[in-house]
């Protein structure tokens, strides 16, 4: 079974605070995926990486910036945590197009 | 328009109703598509892949209508346990990879 893993499963922020939520998977996929979720707007990607060092910018990528050192572990940074921030944070990993994507558990982040 | 558009529900059922949800999505060039389920609170999950000739698997039957652009999941028997929210799904990689997400329909089962 593919295992995809989240730093924390809650967490409580200040406004300006420095973020970080990690994800490690284990199933030596090429493709990460930063994505948020909110009431009424579905998921939203951030970030998505295909490659170790490589970024790619999704559709909601102010505020956010991402690091891949090693292939396994994704990183999402808030550079300076601000309330509209405030959401449901799911990595994602992917084989390949034709494939499903795995979800960690989720990051419940409140910003103060 | 959005690129994945799916009733956002909720619908209200009674158990062992049949639920039909719907899903169309606007790029003729997507390659994939699938249905996931989300419980409150928990990530998504795949529930089933969906293909040009129609899948099966157990009380859930998944449609796509290429020419339409159009997908379909159909619950029978719904039980209590079937309650979540359904995530229409659909990749792509015209022009670089995509996954577009629905932004769900909610189902509710009652006894």
């Known amino acids: 079974d593919v295992k995809v893993t989240q730093s924390s499963r809650y967490l409580v922020k200040r406004t300006g605070e420095k973020v970080f939520l990690e994800c490690v998977q284990d199933m030596d996929h090429e493709n990460m995926f930063w994505y948020r979720q909110d009431p009424g707007l579905g998921l939203r990607l951030i970030y998505f990486?295909?490659?170790?060092?490589?970024?790619e910018k999704g559709d909601i990528p102010e505020g956010y910036s991402v690091s891949r050192e090693k292939k396994e572990r994704f990183s999402l940074i808030l550079e300076s945590a601000s309330t509209n921030q405030t959401s449901m944070y799911l990595c994602?990993?992917?084989?390949?197009?034709?494939?499903?994507?795995?979800f960690g558990p989720g990051t419940r982040l409140l910003v103060l | 328009r959005k690129e994945v558009e799916q009733d956002p529900g909720p619908f209200n059922v009674p158990e062992g109703a049949t639920v039909a949800f719907n899903c169309t999505y606007s790029n003729s060039a997507s390659q994939s598509f699938f249905w996931y389920r989300q419980d409150c609170r928990k990530e998504p999950k795949l529930l089933m892949s969906v293909y040009s000739s129609g899948n099966e698997d157990g009380r859930f039957t998944a449609q796509l209508n290429r020419a339409s652009q159009y997908i379909s999941l159909l619950i029978r028997d719904s039980k209590l346990s079937d309650s979540a929210t359904y995530l229409c799904?659909?990749?792509?990689?015209?022009?670089?990879?995509?996954?577009?997400f629905g932004a769900g329909t909610r189902l509710f089962v009652k006894a």
């Open positions: 799904v659909v990749n792509s990689d015209g022009g670089g990879f995509k996954t577009i």
């Open positions: 994602a990993t992917l084989a390949g197009v034709v494939e499903t994507q795995y």
């Open positions: 990486s295909y490659d170790v060092k490589m970024k």
